[in-house]
């Protein structure tokens, strides 16, 4: 007899992280709780912004989209805030459907405040993502 799997909470989320510590971490902790089924991982905005365009212009089944977009804020070329002000630009048809949360080291009162002024904010965390986090949202 085979013990089945319950169902995640959400189906897709992703990581967009310059480091790839934190990626592999964040992502042992998503699928430890059974928060997701699929996660994709990016260390580049810039790549997780191509990723998402390419949603855009193929109109790929809905379940394959990301619920929830767990977004660093300090990253090289692009940083978080600007990835959300592009991704809102490049992708609106998508933008909508998609809970960002910013998952941060940052301290900075200011740019909590930036963030939960971003169009598409669900919430501001600090790392590390922990269970507690995951069940809050």
Known sequence: MSVKKPQARYNTVM?????????????????????????????????????????????????LIPEIIFLDINMPIMDGFQFAEEFGKSCPRIYDKIKIVFLTSSLNPVDQKRAMNVRGVYSFLNKPLGKDHLDKL
């Open 15 to 63: 990581l967009i992280d310059d480091s790839e510590i934190d990626n592999f971490i964040n992502q042992k902790m998503i699928e430890g709780c059974n928060f997701a089924e699929k996660i994709y991982v990016h260390t580049s905005s810039k790549s997780a912004l191509e990723f998402l365009a390419n949603f855009e212009r193929a109109h790929l089944p809905e379940e």
